[in-house]
T-cell receptor, first 113, second 109 residues
Framework: DAGVIQSPRHEVTEMGQEVTLRCKPI?????LFWYRQTMMRGLELLIY????????DSGMPEDRFSAKMPNASFSTLKIQPSEPRDSAVYFC???????????FGEGSRLTVL | KNQVEQSPQSLIILEGKNCTLQ??????????LRWYKQDTGRGPVSLTI?????NTKSNGRYTATLDADTKQSSLHITASQLSDSASYICVVSDYKLSFGAGTTVTVRA
């Protein structure tokens, strides 16, 4: 298996622009997580899905952030409009039904100027 | 509030030496404790997962210990290699995951 695949790996954009991050989980995993990592706050859970249904989005910082999972093999995290404080590395992770072990993607490094 | 505290924040060791990282937590109830290794610019990778009943678990040169009574865990790296240079993150689970801030290990030749 190729693992969790995220795109883009790097994104540089200007304040006010829309940003869309993409994730393909490992086939057969029924949980998908979006995390944000910064030096100041470490890894923070933004939202997670179970069987494509959003379960807990309490970590989403504000209405500018939204996430969707239209099918079992694809999810997006959208920021509109983006702000400089959104600059971070965004990780997608998926987990298998029984073990709960998390498999992370390589992350999308976002820089908002 | 559930917390996971890791120490030290960073350390530097010479290649071939051993080191031990600490993790103290207040998460309750406790389901499992995980250690992840994160190389610079990469995503975290699981090293070990321990449940309440497990005291020690090894993965190659990495050995994790758990004392659920004192709510402490350690990660021991034996005969360190340059490739061990990374951030090591302790994660404790009840119904959700609580992440430590990580310990940055630098192995020098």
């Amino acid at each position: 298996d190729a693992g969790v695949i995220q795109s883009p790996r790097h994104e540089v954009t200007e304040m006010g622009q829309e940003v869309t991050l993409r994730c393909k989980p490992i086939s057969g995993h029924d949980y998908l997580f979006w995390y944000r990592q910064t030096m100041m706050r470490g890894l923070e859970l933004l939202i997670y899905f179970n069987n494509n249904v959003p379960i807990d989005d309490s970590g989403m910082p504000e209405d500018r952030f939204s996430a969707k999972m239209p099918n079992a093999s694809f999810s997006t995290l959208k920021i509109q409009p983006s702000e400089p404080r959104d600059s971070a590395v965004y990780f997608c992770a998926s987990s298998a039904p029984n073990t709960g072990e998390l498999f992370f993607g390589e992350g999308s490094r976002l820089t908002v100027l | 509030k559930n917390q996971v505290e890791q120490s030290p924040q960073s350390l530097i060791i010479l290649e071939g030496k051993n080191c031990t990282l600490q993790c103290n937590y207040t998460v309750s109830p406790f389901s499992n404790l995980r250690w992840y290794k994160q190389d610079t610019g990469r995503g975290p990778v699981s090293l070990t997962i321990m449940t309440f009943s497990e005291n020690t678990k090894s993965n190659g040169r990495y050995t994790a210990t758990l004392d659920a009574d004192t709510k402490q865990s350690s990660l021991h790296i034996t005969a360190s290699q340059l490739s061990d240079s990374a951030s090591y993150i302790c994660v404790v689970s009840d119904y959700k995951l609580s992440f430590g801030a990580g310990t940055t290990v630098t192995v020098r030749a």
